[in-house]
């Protein structure tokens, strides 16, 4: 008998993906045991192209044969090349020292169309005469979204089926529906890449759902990223075309061993439907009396559809989607509603959320008009406040069918909010206008018709990683709200915000947050797929870009002119594989992407040969939204001037390691000398002999001293200064997005752990937990989002939902509950666990999933007592460094101590649980009280812009 579990088996980080085109997929799978030391010495894995050949133990496909080794993530498949449409069955045999070996239950992945020549489809779009032959549709112009096409194509299947796969893609979001079910549950499918570059196309198994005989595939057509409005431009067609189009190819093998094709072609036939525009900033608009029952079933009678239109195919590749979809991941009732005025009512979901609100209504006459308006905040007069959405007018209406129960969401449009206001009106022009006092009556009525408001909160499913508590509400809070806002903004892109006319995928909020993202969910195939959209962003020069995908920049582009090179955003383009190294132990990310990370630091130091990064600066945003914030572009300080030569040194570092991990010897060492002479310019311009920078902020301190850009004799009267910069603000932060990420861990790292507590415990104006004591339930985009002397902030940029500011996620991680990496191994096979217990908090917990299994770290600390609970996954080790006086006894559950280093007694832990304990004082954080005092009346607080 053995305790030893296999689990978890991925490929390409998914679980069993269909219709990938990745020729050498990655495998990778967890052991779960409770046996102390559990330790795979062996695999073997083989992959078949049967079920049936698997559990006879042959692997036609592979058979990697027995492999002395601990490696369970990453095993590139070494197999026979793989084709188109193949299905891979597989699992893993696994020894360990003390068991018989243990064989994995099977998994599998499938390949998706490699080959160009594998589509037979055609491109469709609809006919344009549609529109014209339909009074209540619209056209689709610049700036005003059209009717979107709904297609259809019925088809014989002769005989039982064996397997039946269809594989789709749109100029557009496509729904996919077959014998009137939808297919699949996946949202604004098949999601943004850059379409000048790539287009991705998903593939889904229907075998399920055909039947012998006639059936029929149907589909509709939105705007979405590639048609629609995107950012804040003041016109639709980023990618220069207002038309959709639809590739749909199904293939149904049928058991006689026949193929039958069914694609998209003239012979589809296409129509307007029930959606009259849906639009991602505008909202929706639905009228169910337009509903035609079945039109996506096979019995439909479709005379007066039209015949749908080849149009040309792209000229940019067709690629497999190989990222988690969007879906509908959470739905929520509303925690409270209120009656605004006669017919108009907010409903509160308690949780600001990306998404909208399936309607459930009964018995409301035909032509009822529902109206739904979205907002993050309430006016000070309970009214709905939309200020600060810009131009997104973020409105539903639904125009119901009438009678009975009818439930509707929209399709191709999502909303940012927490409050949604609900106004009813009558059948518009049905009967002669009534007085008003009757008309409130009316519309009194009809609210009771309303039978249900439910918010469907939507984004990527990236699998939960971790979760953290402690004993302090406002930090729980603080925490779930930085969860909430990736959950918002993780939207097949990292956007910055998803309510207001944005909602890009800007590359310096992504890269400030990524490594807490990396904590809160396993994002490794999210970002995968996203650093393509930077590359694809990349210019010949070597130029990233400030946001990905690129949006393409034309005569209709309103904006900050080119959205390239800003140091903090472009630096994501080196940051993002490094950090997906670091994490999960990607090698590959930085393989592919290592020449694109070579140009982009080889541009920046042919235009400035002096080692101080002064030139071709972009919009040199600076240290965004700090205090004072500066949010000019393109404007020149010494402080913008440190922060962009700070990422380039560490770009440069990062770029000396990775080659290091590459074995790229000679890059290594170019790489290493680019960094020596950054950093001795760096020294020369802005270092003072006393350790004290010629800028002196925050983030100058931070950045200087999380890239290591001072001598190490100056380090320790560094971050002295950066206290007293604290201290000086009367114990405030007063960074911005690139500066924040940095604040607590480095304070902590530099023996200050007791000032990052004191911050992280603060409420009062600027603080993190400000915006939680006042109700927040996202991170908030500005320190000053709304304060209580002056409400709500200008509301040209003022958002609830942007997470950068919620990067202290990563801290109470890594240095409160103490789940660090290993500062030489990449991906957690090796960890450190090396809590800094502080002031305020009596205990902490935290699990982290990571892909060798589920760490543990809970500590209490009561008294003078120390007790810590932690959890070494299987086929790993940690070092473990218990928080201890120094010549106090320790109690380590069976660990040897081999070392101490300060107030930390350090044992190596094999694979298992422990318990450990010890004396420590409650030092310097019992001193700090918490939270503490409020800045006294009349004196000047440090503000925001
Ligand atoms: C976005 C940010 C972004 C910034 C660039 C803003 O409009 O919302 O989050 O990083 O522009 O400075």
Same mark, same amino acid.
């Given at each position: 008998?053995?305790?030893?579990?296999?689990?978890?088996?991925?490929?390409?980080?998914?679980?069993?993906?269909?219709?990938?085109?990745?020729?050498?997929? #990655?495998?990778?799978?967890?052991?779960?045991?409770?046996?102390?030391?559990?330790?795979?010495?062996?695999?073997?894995?083989?992959?078949?192209?049967?079920?049936?050949?698997?559990?006879?133990?042959?692997?036609?496909?592979?058979?990697?044969?027995?492999?002395?080794?601990?490696?369970?993530?990453?095993?590139?498949?070494?197999?026979?090349?793989?084709?188109?449409?193949?299905?891979?069955?597989?699992?893993?045999?696994?020894?360990?020292?003390?068991?018989?070996?243990?064989?994995?239950?099977?998994?599998? @992945?499938?390949?998706?169309?490699?080959?160009?020549?594998?589509?037979?489809?055609?491109?469709?779009?609809?006919?344009?005469?549609?529109?014209?032959?339909?009074?209540?549709?619209?056209?689709?112009?610049?700036?005003?979204?059209?009717?979107?096409?709904?297609?259809?194509?019925?088809?014989?299947?002769?005989?039982?089926?064996?397997?039946?796969?269809?594989?789709?893609?749109?100029?557009?979001?496509?729904?996919?529906?077959?014998?009137?079910?939808?297919?699949?549950?996946?949202?604004?499918?098949?999601?943004?890449?850059?379409?000048?570059?790539?287009?991705?196309?998903?593939?889904?198994?229907?075998?399920?759902?055909?039947?012998?005989?006639?059936?029929?595939?149907?589909?509709?057509?939105?705007?979405?990223?590639?048609?629609?409005? $995107?950012? @804040?431009?003041?016109?639709?067609?980023?990618?220069?075309?207002?038309?959709?189009?639809?590739?749909?190819?199904?293939?149904?093998?049928?058991?006689?061993?026949?193929?039958?094709?069914?694609?998209?072609?003239?012979?589809?036939?296409?129509?307007?439907?029930?959606?009259?525009?849906?639009?991602?900033?505008?909202?929706?608009?639905?009228?169910?009396?337009?509903?035609?029952?079945?039109?996506?079933?096979?019995?439909? &009678?479709?005379?007066?559809?039209?015949?749908?239109?080849?149009?040309?195919?792209?000229? $940019?590749?067709?690629?497999?989607?190989?990222?988690?979809?969007?879906?509908?991941?959470?739905?929520?009732?509303?925690?409270?509603?209120?009656?605004?005025?006669?017919?108009?009512?907010?409903?509160?979901?308690?949780?600001?959320?990306?998404?909208?609100?399936?309607?459930? $209504?009964?018995?409301? %006459?035909?032509?009822?008009?529902?109206?739904?308006?979205?907002?993050?905040?309430?006016?000070?007069?309970?009214?709905?406040?939309?200020?600060?959405?810009?131009?997104?007018?973020?409105?539903?209406?639904?125009?119901?069918?009438?009678?009975?129960?009818?439930?509707?969401?929209?399709?191709?449009?999502?909303?940012?909010?927490?409050?949604?206001?609900?106004?009813?009106?009558?059948?518009?022009?049905?009967?002669?206008?009534?007085?008003?006092?009757?008309?409130?009556?009316?519309?009194?009525?009809?609210?009771?018709?309303?039978?249900?408001?439910?918010?469907?909160?939507?984004?990527?499913?990236?699998?939960?990683?971790?979760?953290?508590?402690?004993?302090?509400?406002?930090?729980?809070?603080?925490?779930?709200?930085?969860?909430?806002?990736?959950?918002?903004?993780?939207?097949?892109?990292?956007?910055?915000?998803?309510?207001?006319?944005?909602?890009?995928?800007?590359?310096?909020?992504?890269? &400030?947050?990524?490594?807490?993202?990396?904590?809160?969910?396993?994002?490794?195939?999210?970002?995968?797929?996203?650093?393509?959209?930077?590359?694809?962003?990349?210019?010949?020069?070597? &130029?990233?870009?400030?946001?990905?995908?690129?949006?393409?920049?034309?005569?209709?582009?309103?904006?900050?002119?080119?959205?390239?090179?800003?140091?903090?955003?472009?630096?994501?383009?080196?940051? $993002?594989?490094?950090?997906?190294?670091?994490?999960?132990?990607?090698?590959?990310?930085?393989?592919?992407?290592?020449?694109?990370?070579?140009?982009?630091?080889?541009?920046?130091?042919?235009?400035?040969?002096?080692?101080?990064?002064?030139?071709?600066?972009?919009?040199?945003?600076?240290?965004?939204?700090?205090? %004072?914030?500066?949010?000019?572009?393109?404007?020149?300080?010494?402080?913008?001037?440190?922060?962009?030569?700070?990422? @380039?040194?560490?770009?440069?570092?990062?770029?000396?390691?990775?080659?290091?991990?590459?074995?790229?010897?000679?890059?290594?060492?170019?790489?290493?000398?680019?960094?020596?002479?950054?950093?001795?310019?760096?020294?020369?311009?802005?270092?003072?002999?006393?350790?004290?920078?010629?800028?002196?902020?925050?983030?100058?301190?931070?950045?200087?001293?999380?890239?290591?850009?001072? %001598?190490?004799?100056? #380090?320790?009267?560094?971050?002295?200064?950066?206290?007293?910069?604290?201290?000086?603000?009367?114990?405030?932060?007063?960074?911005?997005?690139?500066?924040?990420?940095?604040?607590?861990?480095?304070?902590?790292?530099?023996?200050?752990?007791?000032?990052?507590?004191?911050?992280?415990?603060?409420?009062?104006?600027?603080? @993190?937990?400000?915006?939680?004591?006042?109700?927040?339930?996202?991170?908030?985009?500005?320190?000053?989002?709304?304060?209580?002397?002056?409400?709500?902030?200008?509301?040209?940029?003022?958002?609830?939902?942007?997470?950068?500011?919620?990067?202290?996620?990563?801290?109470?991680?890594?240095?409160?509950?103490?789940?660090?990496?290993?500062?030489?191994?990449?991906?957690?096979?090796?960890?450190?666990?090396?809590?800094?217990?502080?002031?305020?908090?009596?205990?902490?917990?935290?699990?982290?999933?990571?892909?060798?299994?589920?760490?543990?770290?809970?500590?209490?600390?009561?008294?003078?007592?120390?007790?810590?609970?932690?959890?070494?996954?299987?086929?790993?080790?940690?070092?473990?460094?218990?928080?201890?006086?120094?010549?106090?006894?320790?109690?380590?559950?069976?660990?040897? &101590?081999?070392?101490?280093?300060?107030?930390?007694?350090?044992?190596?832990?094999?694979?298992?649980?422990?318990?450990?304990?010890?004396?420590?004082?409650?030092?310097?954080?019992?001193?700090?009280?918490?939270?503490?005092?409020?800045?006294?009346?009349?004196?000047?607080?440090?503000?925001?812009?």
């Amino acid at each position: 008998m053995t305790d030893l579990r296999i689990t978890n088996l991925r490929c390409e980080y998914l679980v069993a993906p269909l219709g990938i085109d990745e020729r050498a997929p #990655r495998l990778s799978w967890q052991l779960e045991s409770d046996r102390r030391g559990a330790r795979q010495i062996a695999y073997r894995v083989r992959v078949a192209s049967a079920p049936a050949l698997l559990e006879r133990g042959t692997g036609d496909l592979w058979d990697s044969g027995r492999l002395e080794s601990a490696q369970t993530t990453h095993v590139v498949y070494a197999g026979r090349a793989l084709r188109s449409r193949e299905v891979c069955h597989w699992s893993v045999e696994v020894w360990t020292a003390s068991v018989p070996s243990v064989l994995s239950v099977p998994s599998l @992945w499938s390949m998706g169309l490699l080959e160009a020549c594998d589509w037979h489809s055609r491109w469709i779009a609809a006919d344009s005469e549609i529109i014209r032959r339909d009074p209540a549709a619209v056209a689709s112009t610049l700036t005003e979204p059209g009717t979107p096409g709904f297609f259809r194509r019925a088809f014989d299947v002769p005989g039982p089926v064996k397997r039946a796969t269809v594989y789709a893609s749109a100029r557009g979001l496509f729904e996919l529906r077959l014998n009137g079910q939808r297919v699949g549950d996946d949202l604004f499918a098949p999601e943004w890449t850059d379409y000048d570059k790539r287009i991705q196309y998903r593939a889904y198994d229907v075998t399920a759902m055909l039947a012998m005989g006639r059936n029929a595939l149907g589909a509709i057509l939105g705007d979405g990223w590639w048609s629609g409005y $995107v950012g @804040w431009q003041e016109t639709r067609g980023r990618y220069g075309s207002l038309e959709n189009s639809l590739l749909v190819q199904l293939e149904v093998e049928l058991a006689s061993g026949t193929t039958l094709t069914v694609g998209t072609d003239a012979a589809w036939q296409c129509a307007t439907g029930p959606i009259l525009s849906s639009d991602f900033m505008m909202g929706e608009v639905y009228d169910a009396r337009r509903e035609r029952a079945g039109w996506d079933g096979p019995d439909f &009678v479709d005379q007066a559809w039209l015949p749908a239109c080849e149009v040309a195919p792209p000229t $940019v590749p067709l690629v497999a989607q190989c990222s988690d979809p969007v879906r509908i991941t959470e739905e929520l009732e509303p925690v409270a509603q209120r009656k605004i005025r006669s017919g108009v009512f907010i409903y509160d979901l308690g949780q600001n959320i990306s998404g909208w609100v399936r309607l459930r $209504v009964a018995d409301l %006459p035909a032509g009822t008009r529902l109206t739904l308006r979205h907002g993050e905040r309430l006016n000070p007069d309970a009214t709905l406040y939309t200020e600060n959405l810009r131009r997104a007018q973020a409105a539903d209406t639904y125009l119901c069918r009438g009678g009975g129960e009818e439930v509707w969401m929209p399709h191709f449009t999502f909303h940012g909010f927490q409050f949604v206001e609900l106004s009813v009106e009558p059948t518009v022009g049905s009967t002669a206008q009534p007085p008003a006092g009757a008309c409130n009556a009316i519309r009194d009525k009809l609210m009771h018709g309303i039978a249900g408001v439910t918010g469907c909160v939507i984004g990527s499913v990236t699998p939960p990683a971790g979760h953290f508590a402690c004993s302090h509400s406002g930090v729980n809070r603080l925490w779930l709200n930085g969860v909430w806002s990736q959950r918002d903004n993780f939207l097949s892109v990292p956007t910055d915000c998803p309510q207001r006319d944005e909602r890009l995928g800007w590359m310096g909020d992504a890269q &400030v947050f990524l490594r807490t993202a990396t904590c809160n969910r396993d994002v490794a195939a999210f970002f995968t797929k996203w650093m393509i959209d930077v590359e694809d962003a990349q210019t010949t020069d070597g &130029v990233f870009p400030d946001t990905a995908p690129r949006l393409r920049e034309g005569e209709n582009f309103v904006g900050l002119g080119n959205l390239g090179g800003s140091a903090g955003w472009a630096d994501a383009g080196v940051i $993002v594989p490094y950090t997906l190294w670091r994490v999960y132990g990607d090698r590959r990310i930085v393989e592919r992407h290592w020449d694109a990370m070579v140009k982009w630091v080889d541009w920046i130091d042919r235009h400035n040969p002096s080692g101080l990064r002064l030139n071709q600066l972009g919009n040199n945003y600076g240290d965004w939204l700090c205090i %004072p914030s500066d949010t000019s572009f393109g404007t020149h300080s010494p402080m913008k001037n440190l922060l962009a030569t700070a990422y @380039w040194a560490d770009d440069a570092a990062k770029l000396a390691r990775l080659a290091r991990v590459l074995g790229r010897d000679a890059e290594a060492q170019r790489f290493s000398a680019m960094f020596e002479k950054i950093r001795a310019a760096f020294q020369q311009e802005w270092l003072r002999p006393d350790g004290q920078l010629a800028v002196e902020t925050q983030t100058a301190y931070l950045l200087a001293l999380a890239f290591h850009l001072l %001598p190490e004799e100056v #380090r320790a009267r560094a971050a002295a200064r950066l206290v007293e910069n604290i201290r000086a603000l009367d114990w405030h932060l007063s960074t911005g997005f690139i500066g924040i990420s940095h604040l607590n861990p480095i304070l902590t790292l530099t023996g200050h752990a007791d000032v990052a507590y004191r911050l992280l415990l603060r409420d009062d104006y600027p603080s @993190w937990l400000y915006p939680v004591k006042h109700g927040a339930t996202t991170i908030w985009e500005r320190w000053n989002g709304w304060t209580k002397e002056d409400g709500f902030f200008n509301p040209q940029m003022n958002s609830f939902n942007h997470y950068s500011l919620g990067s202290v996620g990563e801290w109470l991680f890594r240095h409160v509950a103490g789940i660090e990496l290993d500062p030489d191994v990449g991906g957690f096979q090796r960890f450190v666990l090396q809590p800094f217990p502080g002031a305020g908090l009596s205990w902490a917990n935290a699990t982290y999933q990571t892909m060798h299994g589920e760490i543990a770290s809970a500590w209490k600390h009561r008294g003078n007592k120390f007790t810590w609970k932690i959890r070494v996954p299987p086929n790993t080790t940690a070092r473990v460094c218990l928080p201890s006086e120094p010549g106090t006894p320790v109690s380590t559950d069976g660990l040897a &101590v081999i070392d101490r280093i300060g107030n930390f007694a350090i044992c190596e832990a094999p694979a298992g649980c422990y318990e450990l304990q010890s004396t420590l004082r409650v030092s310097s954080a019992k001193r700090v009280k918490t939270p503490v005092a409020r800045t006294r009346a009349g004196k000047k607080k440090p503000r925001g812009k």
